[in-house]
Nanobody
Framework: QVQLVESGGGLVQAGGSLRLSCAAS????MGWFRQAPGKEREFVAA??????YYADSVKGRFTISRDNAKNTVYLQMNSLKPVDTAVYYC??????????????????WGQGTQVTVGS
C-alpha cells in the first residue's frame, strides 16, 4: 500500500509563495491536483522520469520537483492568486506509463492540504 503524506499548505496573501511537500513510501511518477469548493479536481503539475508537466494556469508560477533520496515531491508555488485557493492533493502512479493530467492516471492519493490565497 502506497502512503502519501502532504504538508505545507496554509494562508498567504496574493503575490506570496508556498511550498507543498508530499512524502511517499516509495519512488513513483507523481502529480499534484487541486479542488476548489463546488469544482472538479483539476490537474496542476506532474513529474515523471522524463520530465515535468504543468497546467497552463500555473505555468511559469509553479515548479514541481523531487528529492529521490527522500521519496518526496515538492510543489513550489509563487505569485499566488486568489484563484489558486483550493485543497491540493498529491497523487502517485504505481503502474508503468506516464503520470499526466487525468485523475485516472493515478493510483493513490494523499489526504489533501488547504491553500488559501487572500486578496
Amino acid at each position: 500500500q502506497v502512503q502519501l503524506v502532504e504538508s505545507g499548505g496554509g494562508l498567504v496573501q496574493a503575490g506570496g509563495s508556498l511550498r507543498l511537500s508530499c512524502a511517499a513510501s516509495g519512488r513513483y511518477a507523481m502529480g499534484w491536483f487541486r479542488q476548489a469548493p463546488g469544482k472538479e479536481r483539476e490537474f496542476v503539475a506532474a513529474i515523471n522520469w522524463s520530465g515535468a508537466y504543468y497546467a497552463d494556469s500555473v505555468k511559469g508560477r509553479f515548479t514541481i520537483s523531487r528529492d529521490n533520496a527522500k521519496n518526496t515531491v515538492y510543489l513550489q508555488m509563487n505569485s499566488l492568486k486568489p484563484v489558486d485557493t483550493a485543497v491540493y492533493y498529491c497523487a502517485a502512479r504505481s503502474r508503468s506509463g506516464v503520470a499526466g493530467p487525468r485523475v485516472d492516471q493515478y493510483d493513490y492519493w494523499g489526504q489533501g492540504t488547504q491553500v488559501t490565497v487572500g486578496s
